[in-house]
């Protein structure tokens, strides 16, 4: 038995010529693929605005009329790359 092996992508994603998941199927539709480039760009973009949004925030006073708001911002920005996650682990289930 061997140990399975990390594969990292190189810098410009994935190894060319590697499958996405499920893609080895015959007559599996490529529009259900979960294009990891695809899923890192849209996580990458809500990290982004993420820490914007603690940037603005870190005034220091936790007590402030704004926080819960903040809180709420915050969670809505992580429930979106949740929901992105598991779209994408979805798809891959699905194969």
């Known amino acids: 038995m061997t140990t399975p092996t990390s594969?990292?992508?190189g810098p410009n994603g994935?190894?060319?010529g590697v499958p996405l998941p499920g893609q080895?199927?015959?007559g599996?539709?490529?529009a259900?693929?979960?294009d990891p480039a695809a899923v890192r760009a849209q996580?990458?973009?809500l990290m982004a605005e993420l820490r914007a949004v603690s940037r603005e925030t870190d005034t220091g006073s936790a007590e402030s009329a704004g926080a819960g708001v903040?809180?709420?911002r915050r969670a809505r920005i992580l429930e979106q790359a949740h929901d992105v996650l598991?779209?994408?682990l979805t798809t891959v289930d699905k194969i």
């Open 28 to 30: 599996a539709n490529p």
């Open 70 to 72: 903040e809180i709420t």
């Open 86 to 88: 598991v779209q994408a």
């Open 43 to 45: 996580i990458d973009e």
């Open 24 to 26: 080895h199927l015959q």
């Open 32 to 34: 259900e693929f979960a």
């Open 7 to 9: 594969h990292t992508p």
């Open 14 to 16: 994935p190894r060319p």
